[in-house]
């Protein structure tokens, strides 16, 4: 056979594998009650756990190409799930909350990553991934700041531990403070990571506050587009001062402003003002979805058991750490607006 032909078709095969480990983790996700483990999770460390004893090099090419390629054009379809209609269909109150918790997310973890000596990539993605929604937001901006896969791996891992135990602990501290439907709405939907788990931790205290929770965590996503912006902005910038340094040449802004945001922003739009129909946009949804979950058990199969004891338990604690700083800073928002 020849060379060229049998590296296309180990490239194929590695591309496949990766979408058979996404559709395996979907299947178990809906296989597993209340929602409790996203796909995403489960891609990303069974495939985490493939590679600590199966890592051949030939699957190399199309791991990078899936956790790169296939990542940024789910980011673009993820646009068509967005409305910036649904803003208002919240209310001022709950975006007034949602600043102090971003605030808190990028402002407070700018000084707490050097308590805990990380790099300004990982902490960054642990943050957006508390303030905004979890795995969609990592996913969204680790490819604008060139994060390393190691990086995704090690935010997903912080933001999954934390939402894990607030699906058990949430309802019961909403029940003991007294918390009403929306408050308590409120309260998980701006706090709580991952949209399954905003779903399973609102729902748990009751229908009305789950109905509540999911809508504001709706907003909560579309934050996704500034915060994206302003990362881009920042790589930009950053990029600019390593030419300088080296003593390239200047920077052509409009070839490093990632293209897969501007088809992201197009859809959005396009979303918000009807062009897109309500049916086409669940399936862009849908596509987007299983199509992070691809990329992500890619990262997987590029990560090792010992990655994790490399990087120790710093990630995890800082996780933790603005995690905790999120919940007491929306709760003590809530309060002092009087809606507790």
């Not at 403070?177 to 929306?182: K, V, Y």
Request: glycine share 10%; hydrophobic share 55%; proline share 3%.
């Amino acid at each position: 056979m020849n060379p060229k032909t049998k590296d296309h078709l180990l490239f194929v095969l590695g591309v496949a594998i990766c979408f058979a480990l996404a559709a395996l983790s979907v299947l178990l996700e809906n296989l597993i009650p209340g929602g409790l483990l996203g796909a995403s999770i489960i891609a990303l460390f069974a495939g985490t756990i493939i590679n600590s004893f199966f890592h051949p090099a030939w699957i190399k090419p199309a791991l990078k190409f899936t956790s790169k390629r296939i990542l940024k054009a789910a980011i673009v379809l993820l646009g068509a799930s967005l409305s910036v209609s649904t803003i208002m269909s919240v209310g001022k109150m709950t975006f007034f909350v949602m600043i102090f918790t971003f605030a808190m997310c990028f402002g407070g973890g700018f000084f707490i990553r050097k308590l805990f000596g990380l790099n300004w990539k990982l902490s960054n993605l642990i943050s957006a991934g508390t303030g905004i929604c979890g795995g969609s937001a990592v996913a969204a901006i680790a490819p604008v700041i060139d994060a390393d896969d190691k990086d995704i791996a090690f935010a997903l891992s912080s933001t999954f531990l934390f939402d894990m135990v607030m699906i058990a602990l949430y309802p019961l501290m909403g029940k003991l403070l007294g918390m009403s439907d929306i408050a308590y709405g409120i309260w998980a939907g701006t706090s709580v990571n991952d949209t399954a788990s905003v779903v399973a931790s609102g729902y748990a205290f009751s229908e009305a506050a789950g109905d509540f929770a999911t809508m504001v965590k709706l907003t909560r996503t579309i934050a996704i587009i500034p915060t994206v912006l302003v990362f881009a902005w920042i790589g930009v910038r950053m990029k600019k001062k390593e030419m300088q340094s080296s003593g390239g040449t200047k920077v052509n802004l409009v070839k490093i402003i990632p293209w897969f945001i501007g088809g992201f922003l197009l859809l959005a739009i396009a979303n918000s003002v009807g062009f897109i129909p309500a049916a086409a946009s669940g399936v862009m949804k849908t596509a987007s979805k299983f199509l992070m979950v691809t990329a992500l058990a890619a990262i997987g199969l590029n990560t090792s058991l010992t990655d994790f004891k490399k990087a120790g338990l710093k990630p995890m604690f800082y996780g933790v750490t603005i995690d905790t700083l999120v919940t007491l800073t929306a709760l003590i928002v809530i309060w002092c607006m009087g809606l507790m």
